[in-house]
């Protein structure tokens, strides 16, 4: 109530209400009843008239009204007709943009009603959502218009009842939290890695079917961090089972194609294991490509082999060819210098184009000479196959005077 308004109502009162007649009137009418030796003592400022009009709510005529007790009573009627709580709620009516600011933190972002405030995803009617054999959730409709397949799957009869038979129920739950949070979460406690490695996988399919990207790509992101620690044969049985039409999806035929080499680099009897075979003839189009992939590993492992053995040969041949021509070079050197010696068949078997050759240069003399020096050691082998036998060390001196004759 504003202070002007209360001000004017109770000066009006003044003047045309008379004023009361008390028990025990405070006035000069109490003088005029009672005896000077009678009359009551001077009562203190607080227990004034002015105290009992503020208590009481009215004035007396023989006291002058002051500014001060109405300002004090009007306060005190401000505090009993309007409570914290009723002024809080009038200054929101007051100012709708505040309600909008609080709002705004607690709603997830969507397209603004006439007031300019977001509406909230929780609002507007619930939709029966069946999951699987046994999931059945009430989900509010805007927040399952997120499933983009959403207009496929409502019952023919019911709009308000969409039906997912395609999504296991393991993975219901993880659905509707994506849907609300988005989220990856699941269930399970006592969870195994190759549980984990299912739920993963499921969860991308489920985000395959409903057009969930985000949850697709928490599935596969599980899927990476689980697949590691189970086997393949598990890898290819769900495969097989969620995934029949496995060339349709791109990323897990290149997924599946990539683990299959990666278990073949590391056990090579992977595929002779009968675990291999089970299950074969259940999706013939998930087999045919299994199939390929098996052969294309074996046809990539075959490849290697052959271009490693290639390999080997080429450094063979290059280290035999280099070592050939190194004895061929020693060879030429040794039947050169052996050459010079002139009559030397006797103690060497050299080629007779070699030993004219040298008769020619040399004479028979000359050739004694050198020789008496190098017959001194009397070896046994004559032929020079060591490097540091006494035979060798005349060879070279003999080779040496050879040269200068």
């Not at 008390?22 to 008239?49: H, K, N, R, W, Y």
């Not at 999504?167 to 984990?196: M, N």
């Not at 995934?243 to 035929?253: K, L, T």
Request: with cysteine; charged share 30%.
């Amino acid at each position: 109530m504003p202070k002007k308004n209360l001000k004017k109502k109770s000066m009006a009162k003044n003047f045309e209400d008379p004023a009361p007649v008390l028990e025990e009137p405070c006035g000069t009418e109490q003088s005029a009843v009672m005896d000077d030796s009678e009359a009551p003592p001077e009562l203190a400022p607080e227990e004034t008239c002015e105290t009992i009009e503020l208590v009481d709510g009215w004035e007396s005529p023989l006291e002058p009204a002051s500014e001060e007790p109405y300002e004090a009573t009007e306060l005190a009627v401000e505090e009993e007709v309007c409570p914290p709580a009723v002024e809080e709620a009038k200054d929101a009516e007051a100012s709708p943009e505040s309600i909008c600011e609080v709002v705004e933190h607690a709603v997830i972002e969507q397209p603004d009603d006439d007031d300019g405030c977001q509406i909230s995803p929780y609002s507007g009617k619930s939709m029966k959502l069946f999951i699987g054999r046994r999931g059945v959730f009430y989900v509010p409709e805007n927040i399952a218009r997120q499933i983009t397949s959403l207009a496929q799957h409502r019952d023919k009869t019911d709009a308000q009842v969409a039906r997912f038979p395609e999504i296991d129920d393991d993975v219901a739950h993880t659905l509707i939290h994506y849907l609300y949070t988005g989220d990856y979460q699941t269930l399970k406690r006592a969870s195994t890695c190759r549980s984990e490695y299912s739920t993963s996988l499921l969860a991308y399919h489920a985000g395959l079917h409903c057009g969930l990207d985000g949850l697709a790509e928490h599935g596969r992101k599980y899927m990476r961090i689980f697949d590691n620690s189970i086997p393949l044969f598990d890898i290819i049985s769900l495969g097989r089972k969620y995934f029949p039409r496995i060339n349709d999806d791109a990323w897990f035929s290149e997924y599946l194609t990539t683990k299959v080499r990666e278990s073949f680099e590391t056990e090579e009897d992977i595929f002779e294991q009968e675990e291999f075979f089970r299950g074969f003839g259940e999706a013939p189009e998930f087999d045919r490509f299994l199939g390929k992939v098996v052969a294309n590993a074996y046809a990539r492992k075959v490849s290697s082999l052959r271009e490693a053995l290639d390999l080997k040969r080429m450094v063979t041949n290059s280290t035999t060819a280099t070592a050939l021509n190194r004895q061929s070079a020693a060879n030429n050197s040794y039947y050169k210098d052996c050459a010079i010696l002139g009559r030397c068949k006797d103690r060497y078997s050299l080629p007779q184009a070699h030993i004219r050759s040298t008769q020619e240069k040399l004479g028979s003399s000359s050739c004694d000479e050198v020789w008496s020096e190098a017959d001194e050691h009397n070896e046994a082998d004559p032929s020079p196959t060591g490097t540091n036998t006494p035979r060798m060390r005349n060879y070279g001196r003999v080779v040496r005077a050879a040269k200068v004759i």
